[in-house]
């Protein structure tokens, strides 16, 4: 009995001892992650024991610290010396309130709130160090002309780096930024510089400017942004340049933000590569290489953009602009895009002096009520159609170049009230100009040569002058009425110059058919082939007519079919013409500012 009293006892005893054993430990521990060591400002490092060793100005980790070390002092050296720093998430790692020029190197910081944070202090650098699995790298709050260097700041669960609150002139280099939440983020701060830095995996975006006017993104390679990997919101005057963005979901995006330049990045394979939406006015988009994406430069919503000098490839739209308004897309090569410029339900806007090759679809295509919009001298080449319109008036296309097309060089469906002036619009595998339901278009000043159709037109009240057709398979095609074709030189048609089917009302004067294998081709149709008497009709080659009078109006009519006859056809060509060679740098100056008057006019006559 006694024997089992003096067992029981004694296992109570372990049991009890244990316990103590593991609380003790369990209280260290917490003790230890949570105790504050202090640099302070006499320079004195509390406690005494600390695993700090003081040289003058210079302070060496000798071990691990587990703990948070706040700094009172300014213009020391803080070396990790390749140690830890280690805490809880409820503590900072590294506090710098109200001091300058402290350097931080060579350390090794996990599990804080804040690796390191900087609260109104300056002229403060961090390099070569790791901040790794923390709510947050580097806090930097109302704090200016700190360098952040040469780190590597990963797997943090909140944000890598952040600058806060009118933080300036901050420069942050040549980090490697790595699978944060989001990896940088700029709230209400200006002149600060981010550049050269490796950014990748970041669960929302790469780097966040937020209301932060002013700032350089330059140099940067940012992969693998879940959402974007350089975001501005309601941001102003940023500068975004030579940046490489490449796997990411959209690369650049504004939103709210206006008068931002976005220059010389190489943007690839992400769902957009330059994002401009809500509002965003006045920003230049320029010299970025911007291939395989599926839109390369997206418009929604926003106004007076520029977007110039950039290569565009390889992407589903190269320039998407959807319910946007006077921007100008200037100067840039789109090659290989399956649409090239892309405008949906967008009116205002300036599409000029872009070469367009090797869309799988259209070069350019006007879609859903885009009006007043003016395209003009742009090489459109080896596209399916050049430039397509659909559902959309009120557009002028202008001294443009289209040519080897597979399809059609211009193809309007029910669009009405556009004008196609000045173009150069040759060797495209159908038609050079077609219409479809599409009405009240004007077609002037254009040389058409080695199309199918020079001209074809579907729909009514269509006025057609001062052309130049020649070497098609058919001059002009036309199916309706009201249209009026005069002054065009149609020449060397290897079928007819003049097709008409089922037409009526139409009238057809002052042109010159010289040198087509048939002139003339009527299928249920019936029109007005001159312009009375002394104006005359039109001047046919083989007419063979006499002018007795000498009025320069032959004397019988040259006869079409039953219904159809030129009564005054004339002895001589029409003269028409040419533009003078300064015409199309003229109208290239004033039908953009033209349109655009006429737009804001009708924009303001609406409201």
């Given at each position: 009995m006694i024997l089992e009293k003096k067992t029981v006892s004694r296992t109570v005893l372990m049991l009890l001892l244990s316990y103590m054993l593991v609380l003790a430990f369990s209280i260290q521990s917490v003790t230890a992650e949570n105790r504050i060591f202090y640099i302070r400002a006499d320079g004195a490092v509390e406690p005494s024991t600390a695993p700090i060793l003081r040289d003058g100005d210079v302070y060496t980790f000798t071990g691990d610290?587990?703990?948070?070390?706040?700094?009172?002092?300014?213009?020391?050296?803080?070396?990790?010396?390749?140690?830890?720093?280690?805490?809880?998430?409820?503590?900072?790692?590294?506090?710098?309130?109200?001091?300058?020029?402290?350097?931080?190197?060579?350390?090794?910081?996990?599990?804080?709130?804040?690796?390191?944070?900087?609260?109104?202090?300056?002229?403060?650098?961090?390099?070569?160090?790791?901040?790794?699995?923390?709510?947050?790298?580097?806090?930097?709050?109302?704090?200016?002309?700190?360098t952040i260097s040469r780190n590597n700041i990963a797997d943090n669960y909140l944000r890598?780096?952040?600058?806060?609150?009118?933080?300036?002139?901050?420069?942050?280099?040549?980090?490697?930024?790595?699978?944060?939440?989001?990896?940088?983020?700029?709230?209400?701060?200006?002149?600060?510089?981010?550049?050269?830095?490796?950014?990748?995996?970041?669960?929302?975006?790469?780097?966040?400017?937020?209301?932060?006017?002013?700032?350089?993104?330059?140099?940067?390679?940012?992969?693998?942004?879940?959402?974007?990997?350089?975001?501005?919101?309601?941001?102003?005057?940023?500068?975004?340049?030579?940046?490489?963005?490449?796997?990411?979901?959209?690369?650049?995006?504004?939103?709210?933000?206006?008068e931002n330049t976005v220059s010389g990045n190489k943007i690839t394979n992400s769902n957009r590569g330059v994002d401009i939406y809500s509002s965003s006015e006045s920003n230049s988009i320029h010299g970025n290489t911007i291939a395989d994406n599926d839109q390369g430069i997206h418009l929604y919503s926003a106004t007076k953009n520029v977007i110039s000098g950039n290569t565009i490839s390889g992407n589903n739209r190269g320039v998407d602009i959807y319910s946007s308004s006077e921007s100008t897309i200037s100067g840039n090569t789109l090659t290989g895009n399956d649409y090239g410029v892309y405008l949906s339900g967008s009116s205002g806007n300036i599409i000029s002096e872009n070469t367009i090759t090797d869309s799988k679809y259209d070069g350019v295509y006007l879609y859903d009520?885009?009006?007043?919009?003016?395209?003009?001298?742009?090489?459109?080449?080896?596209?399916?159609?050049?430039?397509?319109?659909?559902?959309?008036?009120?557009?002028?296309?202008?001294?443009?170049?289209?040519?080897?097309?597979?399809?059609?060089?211009?193809?309007?469906?029910?669009?009405?009230?556009?004008?196609?002036?000045?173009?150069?619009?040759?060797?495209?595998?159908?038609?050079?100009?077609?219409?479809?339901?599409?009405?009240?278009?004007?077609?002037?000043?254009?040389?058409?040569?080695?199309?199918?159709?020079?001209?074809?037109?579907?729909?009514?009240?269509t006025t057609i002058t001062d052309n130049t057709l020649t070497d098609n398979q058919y001059g002009i095609a036309l199916h309706g009425s009201g249209t009026i074709i005069t002054k065009n030189n149609i020449t060397n048609s290897k079928q007819y110059a003049i097709s008409l089917y089922d037409c009526a009302y139409n009238r057809i004067f002052h042109n010159n058919l010289i040198d087509n294998t048939n002139q003339i081709r009527l299928s249920a149709s019936s029109s007005t082939w001159d312009d009375n008497y002394p104006s005359g009709g039109n001047y046919l080659s083989d007419y063979t007519g006499t002018d007795g009078d000498g009025d320069g109006i032959g004397d019988t009519p040259y006869i079409i079919d039953e219904n159809n006859q030129d009564n005054y056809p004339l002895m001589e060509p029409v003269e028409i013409p040419e533009f003078p060679a300064w015409t199309p740098m003229l109208l290239m100056l004033i039908l953009p500012a033209v349109a655009l008057a006429v737009y804001k006019r009708r924009l303001n006559t609406r409201k």
């Amino acid at each position: 009995m006694i024997l089992e009293k003096k067992t029981v006892s004694r296992t109570v005893l372990m049991l009890l001892l244990s316990y103590m054993l593991v609380l003790a430990f369990s209280i260290q521990s917490v003790t230890a992650e949570n105790r504050i060591f202090y640099i302070r400002a006499d320079g004195a490092v509390e406690p005494s024991t600390a695993p700090i060793l003081r040289d003058g100005d210079v302070y060496t980790f000798t071990g691990d610290i587990f703990g948070s070390i706040v700094i009172n002092r300014s213009n020391i050296i803080v070396d990790g010396n390749g140690f830890m720093l280690q805490g809880s998430r409820n503590i900072n790692g590294l506090q710098l309130d109200g001091v300058n020029n402290v350097t931080i190197k060579n350390v090794s910081i996990q599990n804080f709130s804040t690796a390191i944070s900087f609260n109104n202090s300056s002229y403060n650098v961090v390099f070569g160090s790791e901040l790794v699995d923390n709510d947050h790298g580097i806090n930097i709050y109302g704090s200016a002309y700190n360098t952040i260097s040469r780190n590597n700041i990963a797997d943090n669960y909140l944000r890598g780096i952040e600058i806060y609150e009118s933080s300036e002139f901050n420069i942050v280099s040549e980090n490697k930024i790595t699978n944060n939440f989001r990896n940088m983020y700029i709230s209400g701060s200006s002149n600060n510089m981010v550049s050269d830095n490796t950014i990748t995996k970041s669960n929302y975006e790469g780097i966040c400017l937020y209301w932060a006017p002013g700032n350089t993104v330059i140099g940067n390679t940012i992969t693998k942004s879940n959402y974007d990997s350089i975001a501005l919101y309601w941001a102003t005057g940023n500068n975004i340049s030579g940046n490489t963005l490449s796997d990411n979901y959209h690369s650049i995006s504004l939103y709210g933000s206006s008068e931002n330049t976005v220059s010389g990045n190489k943007i690839t394979n992400s769902n957009r590569g330059v994002d401009i939406y809500s509002s965003s006015e006045s920003n230049s988009i320029h010299g970025n290489t911007i291939a395989d994406n599926d839109q390369g430069i997206h418009l929604y919503s926003a106004t007076k953009n520029v977007i110039s000098g950039n290569t565009i490839s390889g992407n589903n739209r190269g320039v998407d602009i959807y319910s946007s308004s006077e921007s100008t897309i200037s100067g840039n090569t789109l090659t290989g895009n399956d649409y090239g410029v892309y405008l949906s339900g967008s009116s205002g806007n300036i599409i000029s002096e872009n070469t367009i090759t090797d869309s799988k679809y259209d070069g350019v295509y006007l879609y859903d009520c885009s009006e007043w919009n003016t395209i003009s001298g742009n090489t459109i080449t080896d596209n399916y159609d050049g430039v397509y319109l659909y559902w959309s008036a009120n557009n002028m296309i202008a001294e443009n170049t289209i040519t080897s097309n597979n399809y059609d060089g211009v193809y309007f469906f029910w669009s009405a009230n556009n004008t196609i002036s000045g173009n150069t619009i040759a060797d495209n595998d159908f038609r050079g100009i077609f219409f479809w339901a599409s009405s009240g278009n004007n077609i002037s000043g254009n040389t058409n040569t080695n199309n199918y159709d020079g001209i074809c037109v579907h729909g009514a009240n269509t006025t057609i002058t001062d052309n130049t057709l020649t070497d098609n398979q058919y001059g002009i095609a036309l199916h309706g009425s009201g249209t009026i074709i005069t002054k065009n030189n149609i020449t060397n048609s290897k079928q007819y110059a003049i097709s008409l089917y089922d037409c009526a009302y139409n009238r057809i004067f002052h042109n010159n058919l010289i040198d087509n294998t048939n002139q003339i081709r009527l299928s249920a149709s019936s029109s007005t082939w001159d312009d009375n008497y002394p104006s005359g009709g039109n001047y046919l080659s083989d007419y063979t007519g006499t002018d007795g009078d000498g009025d320069g109006i032959g004397d019988t009519p040259y006869i079409i079919d039953e219904n159809n006859q030129d009564n005054y056809p004339l002895m001589e060509p029409v003269e028409i013409p040419e533009f003078p060679a300064w015409t199309p740098m003229l109208l290239m100056l004033i039908l953009p500012a033209v349109a655009l008057a006429v737009y804001k006019r009708r924009l303001n006559t609406r409201k």
